[in-house]
T-cell receptor, first 116, second 112 residues
Framework: GAVVSQHPSWVICKSGTSVKIECRSL??????MFWYRQFPKQSLMLMAT?????????EQGVEKDKFLINHASLTLSTLTVTSAHPEDSSFYIC????????????FGPGTRLTVT | GDSVTQMEGPVTLSEEAFLTINCTYT??????LFWYVQYPGEGLQLLLK?????DKGSNKGFEATYRKETTSFHLEKGSVQVSDSAVYFC???????????FGGGTRVLVKP
């Protein structure tokens, strides 16, 4: 149980285009999902907290207009990287919490974005 | 603010060696503590957890004990395998539904 999927697993796009990444909780409902960014050989950097039916809460320094997050249902959150640039190339990972009273997060397999 | 500090890697071991990865935390109150493992090219997997002082989390031969007095949650495994090669992250969480605070990660390489 507690499986989280991400789609696509990797994507290459041209500079200036937008890319949407999906995060799904497959066997549980997730009122809260998180989006992380990870650079090579580094730890995860939290970008934003996504709550179903409300606006995402962004961490300091993360551009909300560039990284659009939508949590439209209890099993789906999306991250859209708008007007992507090469510096946006990274590994993006989402996680979800299985229920209101849970502490642990379950992570998706990640999406590798390369902007050319 | 809250923080998690873990030993820097890489840690290189031979198969069947003993592994210890140190992790300490700072937090107000008593957070829940976690170890996550990340295999190459993959997301993070929950390895084990402990929610209160003196709890011992264990899974796949790995163990970690929540030590309140030393604010530590060190990860140990008695006999590592090549398949244990991965990056290990220590993390804390103060409240249900709250965001995790991660350590910097420790890369472990087990050689046959």
């Amino acid at each position: 149980g507690a499986v989280v999927s991400q789609h696509p697993s990797w994507v290459i796009c041209k500079s200036g285009t937008s890319v949407k990444i999906e995060c799904r909780s497959l066997d549980f409902q997730a009122t809260t999902m998180f989006w992380y960014r990870q650079f090579p050989k580094q730890s995860l950097m939290l970008m934003a907290t996504s709550n179903e039916g409300s606006k995402a809460t962004y961490e300091q320094g993360v551009e909300k207009d560039k990284f659009l997050i939508n949590h439209a249902s209890l099993t789906l959150s999306t991250l859209t990287v708008t007007s992507a640039h090469p510096e946006d190339s990274s590994f993006y990972i989402c996680s979800a919490i299985p229920g209101q009273g849970a502490y642990e997060q379950y992570f998706g397999p990640g999406t590798r974005l390369t902007v050319t | 603010g809250d923080s998690v500090t873990q030993m820097e890697g890489p840690v290189t071991l031979s198969e069947e060696a003993f592994l210890t990865i140190n992790c300490t935390y700072t937090a107000t109150g008593y957070p829940s503590l976690f170890w996550y493992v990340q295999y190459p090219g993959e997301g993070l997997q929950l390895l084990l957890k402990a929610t209160k002082a003196d709890d011992k989390g264990s899974n796949k031969g790995f163990e970690a004990t929540y030590r309140k007095e030393t604010t530590s949650f060190h990860l140990e495994k008695g006999s590592v395998q090549v398949s244990d090669s991965a990056v290990y992250f220590c993390a804390s969480n103060k409240a249900a539904g709250n965001k995790l605070t991660f350590g910097g990660g420790t890369r472990v390489l087990v050689k046959p």
